[in-house]
């Protein structure tokens, strides 16, 4: 019983006093403008660098992304063209890239204050379009949405 107590112990103690893997520093500094890494202005300002559009449309997704679109949306655009509060929707997925229109539903508030097209979309309209709090997969959701109401197939 000694030598296993003993044993249980010299295990615990070389487990507990082994080295980890070393914990690096990075002396990269990170770039907190996020300005400085738009590489594409069509693209928007953001953390959405590349869409990838399947055809036909992802129905799962137009379904999801209506739901987004009358719970979060509705009340400021329309599905046509006319002007609400926002910008009606209709042929936006014609004359903007994907990366920018997720971008604009993610980043919002950097995109008014500092992309020239939402910009222009703020002169036109007065009104700031407020932080949603859309996730990554609901923005996408909402893009199908507004292929299927442009539509796409």
Not at 3 to 13: E, G, N, Q, Y
Not at 105 to 117: F, H, S
Request: with cysteine.
């Amino acid at each position: 019983m000694k030598k296993l107590v003993w044993f249980s112990a010299t295990i615990f103690l070389f487990l507990a006093c082994s080295p980890g893997k070393p914990k690096e520093e990075s002396t990269e500094k990170k770039d907190e403008n996020p300005v400085a890494a738009v590489t594409d202005p069509a693209k928007g300002i953001g953390q959405i660098k590349n869409v990838s559009l399947h055809t036909p449309l992802e129905f799962d997704r137009v379904s999801r992304g209506k739901a987004v679109y009358e719970m979060k949306c509705s009340a400021c655009h329309k599905l046509t063209d006319q002007r609400f509060v926002g910008p009606g929707w209709l042929g936006v997925t014609k004359t903007r890239k994907p990366e920018w229109i997720m971008n604009m539903v993610l980043n919002v508030e950097v995109m008014l204050d500092q992309d020239p097209e939402a910009q222009k979309l703020l002169e036109l309209c007065l009104t700031r379009m407020p932080n949603q709090n859309v996730s990554i997969g609901d923005a996408r959701d909402i893009l199908e949405f507004m292929r299927q109401n442009d539509g796409e197939k």
